[in-house]
Every structure is written in structure tokens, then in C-alpha cells.
């Protein structure tokens, strides 16, 4: 399939600082390749992450959010990622309940040390989302009324 | 002699009015979750098919018509910045006519007192260009609850103010037809019967309170000490202003990025807390007995003095729809006892 | 039950245990059921219990147009004294300073809140003073108490989606929902915040999904399910619904109930080492 045709998704990952952003740095001082899709959005812990930050990824054409910190016990603010996690796991339902397609949101602990994993996610969710193409419906709901 | 139209003469025109791509609105159900409604909500809404549209079985719609020409979401122009430039962007006038049918006299004459502060000291263009674009067929009310209070404020079941058309029920489900502006004249040409029957005008419900006291209390000065007590179950939403056919009040934002953006221009409520905060911090009616105030005051003696008309068409709306029942008939009933 | 009630307030009164007894009324009989504020013994016969009394009274304890009347008593049933265990549990109020009136409930309504189908809290448990017995069991089966969420959830997402699309366009941005709910109290709400506008004050679809969402999460393991946001909103929208599905993820996720236990750990500001989930890779 000719690349440049193929739909591109925009992928916005909120990652934390001391952890998936230096993963993803460690793939870029290895040369590992994978899909320039993602647009990385830099926050110091994932316990910042507020659930609106995803509700606005979609609002500004986001196919796909992707959120990751550091693996559970590694947090470099002890326990951000906990309250992270517990936040995610009632999000979700959420989701479910409105019909936003979940698919679509993607959670992931990459430490600083796992420029592979990083690698793999990003190119994972990039082909994943390529074949599910645009997500329209919350664009949808932003039309000006 | 006056003119007639049955009801399924009505829709057969509403039908082909939609057919032919115009925009018609009017009372319709609008399949709400029902929890602890005896019936769907119905609502002034754009109609799709001519079936859809209620003229009576019911006391009024949750809303109000104000609707269509002051809506509750409005874009004042945009701007993209451009380098250091700011480049900015017109909004468009709806151009698209509207027929609003099916809406009660207390909703029609909130239009008429609407069009003096929205060409006061400043002519509101949006305001006067929907104004101008729709047509209004009220229909007189055949029946009342305990929230209507038109007969209290000067206003009534058969009240024409406002309206292009007056619909008055008979029996056999027809309606005597009265045009009374060329708008409406225009819209129904030819469409009536000629008749020597002519409508009963319906009676509208007993009057409540008494006026006069009510201007009497409030002439009273400002600082009267009944309004923490009155005010005190209120807990500042504001239903009863977005509901209500004659409230006006808007804020105007920014909604954008780093871009460029929108101003727009939302509804507002005086029982916000927020309404009145000033930049500073302060905010001169912080507490919900001094808002309650304001609104009766603004709606009984200040618009009155201003533009010689009430802000009030007792349509009840703020009644049926506060939280914990409340609106501005208990208020009024309560300070007109006291003089 | 009635003469209980008013028996109890006029001693607190006359007493001076409180200053102010928040209860129902009605203004007479053809009139709805309002909440009042009795402040004078002689006036207890104002305060009205039948099963239209639908507010949750709890909420005018975060309103200081109340909290400035002096001490106060509260009538509740179940489903509001649920709400003020979580006040409670948030440091919103001294329970020690307020005199908890409980009212054996059957539910409210005719026909009857769909809240009331699944209702365990027919007598509150904790209140200072107790008054009637319900006649209503309060072991509704556990498996109803989710019921209209899991036959919504067997809709496919693009038709929860459309379905929501509809409900949302009706909303006006009134915040009755907001106003009449005990767990809202803060004094700058986040759709207030508009430096930077963090949440869209526009009543368009999207503004309306970002104030829903926002709202509903925030209520996540604190809402108490009293449904008065839902009665409350002029466009009955289905907020019993939204709800629910948190309700139901604390539930499922961390076995939790918000104000049913006293000893439980609110779940929102706190966390565990063996919160499970499978869907973190």
C-alpha cells in the first residue's frame, strides 16, 4: 500500500516525564523506528493526567490518545501512577456508557529503560488505528451548532 | 364573520410548509427520559414531519420561543491571528425564515417586550434579524394549571401581543383564525373558511395576587428585610431563567486556541454566583437573597420604569421548572400579602 | 410518623438544641412540596412528610444562606443520609453539630422514582433521631441495582453514542443539576474557570459532552444516586443513567458504595497496590 495515501492518524500520547518520555527519548538515541503518527504531549506525572485531557484530544481531531507513565511501584512521585490507574479504571466505564469507542484509548507503564517497548506500542496502536480510520464521531459533536 | 381553520388543515399546511424546505417549529414530545413526569416532556422544537407537532393536550412546552430568536448559543464574529495581525471574521445572519407555530400567548408577548431592550441604546442586529425572519402562530389556551399567572400581570389567554396569527380553539377541533399582522396575513392567505361561528375567548385562571402591592413592596426601597426568607430554599441554578420566555441575559466569551477562535455570545443567569463577580474579587450580590431580590425587582420595577412594560408574561415556567419549586409566583404571592 | 416529626423539632426548638430545623413543607395542600427552614417551635406545624418529598435537603448544608441560620437539625431518608456520609467523609461537615432527623422512607413519587425500585435504605441507619418504620424490605436484590445500565449497555457504542447525542442537544447549560446536588460544592465549579476555559460554557453538543463527562467523573464514587439532578433538569436528561455507570465501576472495580459504610475509604484520593485491571499493557 502507497504510504502517503494510506489515512494517517493523529495520535496524541500524554506521557510522564520521568519515565515513557525518556523510554521514548532511549528509542530515539537507539534509532529505533516507528510511526511518526504520535504527537507527544510531555507531563511530569501520569497522576496529572485529568480525564479531560482526553475528552480534549478527541475535541481537537485525535484519532487515538494514548496515556503512560511508569510502572506501578516505579513512580517517581511514589504514587501518582496509583491514582492514576484507579482513575483510568472508572473512566473507562464512562466511556463505555457514552458509546465513546474505547478501542481508540489506550493506557501503557514504559519505563525510561523501554525504548523497545515504546517502539512496539506506538507502531501497534498507529496500524490499529490506520485500520480503524478517522474518528469522526467526537468530531462530530464538536461541529459548531 | 371570521375566518376558520381545522386542526387537520393546520397540518396538512404544516406539511407542506416542511416539504417545501421551510423551517417550522412548535411544541413537540421530545422522548425525555420521563422520571417523574406523568407524560414526555414537550418542548418548542424544529419539526420534521407535521405529525410531530402538539396544539394542545397539555399546558405549554418546558421552553419558551425565545428559542429561535435569541438563542441559548450565539456567534458574534471570529477572529485568526494572523503574525501579529488579527484577522477578524463576520459571523453570518441567518438569512433562512422561520415559522414558529403552536406557541401560547404568554410566549408571543415575551417577543414584544423583548423588542425594547434589544433596540434600546443598541440595536441588536442577530436579535432583529431572527426577529424579522419568523412568523408567530399562537394558539390561545383552552386550560391553565397552578403555575399560570397571566391574568395576574396584565396578560391572558387570547393576549395578542406578539403574535402574527391568534389560533382560537373551537369545538370540532377548529380554530378561529386571526391575522393580525401582514407577516400573518401573508402565511395563511387563502388557507381559512369564511364562517359566521365565531370562538368562546377561554377564560384565563383566577388572578393571584394583587399587583399593585406587589409594585407597593417593591417601591418600598431596596433593602427590604423579607428577601433572606424568601430566597432561602433558592439554590442558584438557573432554570428559571433560561426557561423563561422574557429573560435576556447573556455573557459573551472567547472559545478558541492559539489559532484563532470564536466570540460567542451564551445565556446567562442573575442567580449564578458568578454572575456579578467582578475581577477583583468582590461581588456585590453574593448571597442568594440578594439575586432573588434583583430579579424581582428587574422583572416588576426596573424594565417597568424603563420601558413601561413587565418582564413577566406569567407564563409559569420558572415554577414548573425550579428544583424545588420555586420561581417568582410564591415570591410574589408572599409580598403582595405583606402591603 | 407526622406528629413524631413535629413533636421532635418543636422540643429541639424550644430547647435550643437548634436553631433551625430544614425540613419539607408545603405552602397548602394543593401546593407542591417544598424544603422550609422552621425556626420558630410554634411554626412546626408548617414541616409536611409524604412520598412527594423529593429533595435532598442535604445540599443546604453547603449553603451558607442556611449554615447562617445557627445550629441545625435535618430530616433525611435513606438515600440523603447516604449523602451526608460522604459530606462527612470529605470534612464538609461537623456531624457532631448537626441534629440528623431520619424518616422511615417507601419510596417517593407516583408512580414511584426508578431509585426507589432498588432502594437497601428504606430506614436510615445513623441518624440522631429515628422516626417510622418502613414497610418496604431493604434487601432489594443487588442485581436490580444496575438493571437499566446493563440493558443500555447491550445497545451497540454507536447507538449509546446516538443515543446520548440526543439527550446532550437538549441541555440549556441551566446547572440545576449541579445546584441541587450535595456532592457539588465548589465554591468555583471547574466550568466556571475561565482563565484559560477549561470546560465550554456553550450549550452545543460539545460543550454539553465536556460539561457531562466532566461532571459525571467528578462524581465518580461520591455520588449517592439520590436522582435529584435528574428530576431536577428542565430537559430531562437521562442523568440517572450516567451516574449509575460510575456507581457501578466503584462497585465492580473496588466493591464500594459511597455513604453506605462509615468505615469504608472513599476510593477517589485514595488507591491500592492490588487495584486490578487488564486493559494497562
Request: glycine content about 8%.
Amino acid at each position: 500500500m502507497n504510504e502517503a495515501s494510506a489515512f494517517q492518524p493523529k495520535i496524541i500520547a500524554y506521557v510522564c516525564n520521568w519515565c515513557t518520555y525518556l523510554g521514548a527519548d532511549l528509542a530515539g538515541t537507539n534509532r529505533l523506528e516507528y510511526p511518526a503518527n504520535v504527537r507527544i504531549i510531555r507531563l511530569p506525572c501520569t497522576g496529572r493526567i485529568d480525564f479531560n485531557l482526553i475528552v480534549k484530544a478527541f475535541e481537537r481531531g485525535a484519532d487515538a490518545v494514548l496515556v503512560s507513565g511508569c510502572h506501578p511501584g516505579d513512580c517517581h512521585y511514589t504514587a501518582g501512577n496509583y491514582h492514576a490507574r484507579r482513575r483510568w479504571i472508572l473512566f473507562r466505564q464512562l466511556l463505555e456508557t457514552l458509546g465513546i469507542d474505547v478501542n481508540r484509548v489506550h493506557f501503557s507503564w514504559i519505563s525510561a529503560a523501554e525504548g523497545k517497548k515504546w517502539q512496539q506500542v506506538i507502531t501497534e496502536i498507529t496500524e490499529k488505528t490506520q485500520a480503524m480510520g478517522p474518528y469522526t464521531a467526537y468530531r462530530e459533536i464538536c461541529q459548531e451548532c | 364573520m371570521s375566518e376558520l381553520l381545522a386542526k387537520k388543515d393546520i397540518l396538512r399546511l404544516v406539511e407542506q410548509w416542511l416539504a417545501a424546505g421551510r423551517r417550522v417549529a412548535g411544541p413537540r414530545c421530545v422522548n425525555a427520559n420521563a422520571q417523574h413526569r406523568q407524560t414526555d416532556l414537550i418542548n418548542y422544537a424544529w419539526l420534521t414531519k407535521a405529525d410531530e407537532l402538539k396544539l394542545d393536550g397539555f399546558i405549554r412546552p418546558t421552553n419558551s420561543i425565545k428559542d429561535f430568536v435569541f438563542p441559548r448559543h450565539e456567534k458574534l464574529y471570529g477572529y485568526q491571528f494572523k503574525g501579529k495581525q488579527i484577522e477578524l471574521v463576520p459571523a453570518e445572519l441567518p438569512t433562512a425564515e422561520q415559522i414558529v407555530i403552536g406557541a401560547r400567548p404568554c410566549d408571543a408577548a415575551a417577543l414584544a417586550i423583548l423588542d425594547a431592550v434589544f433596540n434600546w441604546d443598541f440595536k441588536d442586529e442577530f436579535y432583529n434579524r431572527r426577529r424579522e425572519l419568523t412568523t408567530v402562530v399562537t394558539v390561545a389556551c383552552a386550560k391553565y394549571d397552578d403555575f399560570c399567572f397571566c391574568t395576574s400581570v396584565g396578560d391572558g389567554p387570547c393576549d395578542p401581543r406578539g403574535s402574527d396569527v391568534l389560533l382560537i380553539p373551537m369545538d370540532g377541533d377548529r380554530y378561529e383564525v386571526r391575522c393580525l399582522t401582514e407577516k400573518g396575513k401573508k402565511l395563511l392567505a387563502g388557507a381559512t373558511a369564511t364562517s359566521s361561528e365565531t370562538a368562546k375567548e377561554p377564560e384565563g385562571p383566577p388572578v393571584r395576587f394583587d399587583l399593585d402591592a406587589v409594585g407597593k413592596f417593591l417601591a418600598g426601597g431596596y433593602e427590604q428585610p423579607d428577601w433572606p426568607d424568601l430566597a432561602r430554599r433558592c439554590l442558584g441554578c438557573g432554570a428559571c431563567a433560561y426557561t423563561c420566555p422574557t429573560c435576556h441575559c447573556f455573557d459573551i466569551v472567547d472559545e478558541g486556541s492559539a489559532s484563532g477562535g470564536v466570540r460567542v455570545r451564551n445565556w446567562d443567569a442573575c442567580q449564578f454566583t458568578m454572575f456579578t463577580a467582578h475581577a477583583s474579587g468582590h461581588n456585590p450580590r453574593g448571597d442568594q437573597a440578594q439575586r432573588q431580590r434583583q430579579r424581582i425587582h428587574h422583572k416588576f420595577q426596573i424594565y417597568p420604569e424603563k420601558f413601561g412594560q413587565l418582564l413577566c408574561t406569567g407564563c409559569g415556567n420558572c415554577s414548573r421548572n425550579c428544583p424545588v419549586e420555586m420561581g417568582v409566583l410564591p415570591v410574589l404571592k408572599t409580598i403582595a400579602a405583606k402591603t | 410518623m407526622l406528629d413524631e416529626l413535629r413533636q421532635t423539632c418543636r422540643r429541639l426548638l424550644q430547647d435550643g438544641a437548634v436553631q433551625a430545623v430544614i425540613g419539607y413543607g408545603r405552602a397548602s395542600p394543593d401546593d407542591p412540596v417544598v424544603p422550609i427552614f422552621v425556626t420558630k417551635p410554634e411554626e412546626v406545624d408548617r414541616l409536611v412528610w409524604d412520598d412527594h418529598c423529593f429533595a435532598n435537603l442535604t445540599k443546604y448544608l453547603s449553603r451558607k444562606e442556611v449554615l447562617s441560620l445557627g445550629k441545625l437539625a435535618i430530616c433525611v431518608k435513606g438515600c440523603d443520609e447516604r449523602a451526608l456520609l460522604v459530606l462527612e467523609k470529605e470534612s464538609q461537615i461537623d456531624r457532631s453539630q448537626i441534629t440528623v432527623i431520619g424518616l422511615a422512607c417507601d419510596g417517593v413519587g407516583q408512580p414511584r422514582l426508578p431509585k426507589c425500585e432498588s432502594c437497601d435504605v428504606h430506614t436510615p441507619r445513623r441518624a440522631d433521631v429515628a422516626i417510622g418504620k418502613a414497610t418496604a424490605p431493604d434487601d432489594a436484590a443487588a442485581g436490580k441495582r444496575y438493571a437499566e445500565l446493563e440493558e443500555f449497555l447491550k445497545k451497540t457504542p454507536e447507538q449509546r453514542m446516538a443515543y446520548w447525542k440526543a439527550e446532550l442537544a437538549r441541555c440549556i447549560k441551566c446547572y440545576a443539576c449541579r445546584q441541587v446536588c450535595p456532592m457539588c460544592y465548589c465554591r468555583q465549579c471547574i466550568v466556571d474557570k475561565n482563565r484559560p476555559v477549561s470546560i465550554s460554557t456553550s450549550a452545543t453538543l460539545k460543550g454539553n459532552f465536556a460539561w457531562h463527562i466532566n461532571r459525571a467523573f467528578h462524581l465518580a464514587g461520591r455520588c449517592v444516586g439520590c436522582d435529584e439532578c435528574t428530576r431536577a433538569c428542565p430537559a430531562g436528561i437521562d442523568l440517572r443513567l450516567l451516574n449509575l455507570s460510575m456507581a457501578k465501576a466503584a462497585e465492580d472495580g473496588f466493591g464500594y458504595r459511597p455513604g453506605m459504610d462509615p468505615n469504608a475509604e472513599p476510593i477517589i484520593g485514595a488507591y491500592s497496590q492490588q487495584d486490578h485491571e487488564e486493559f494497562i499493557r
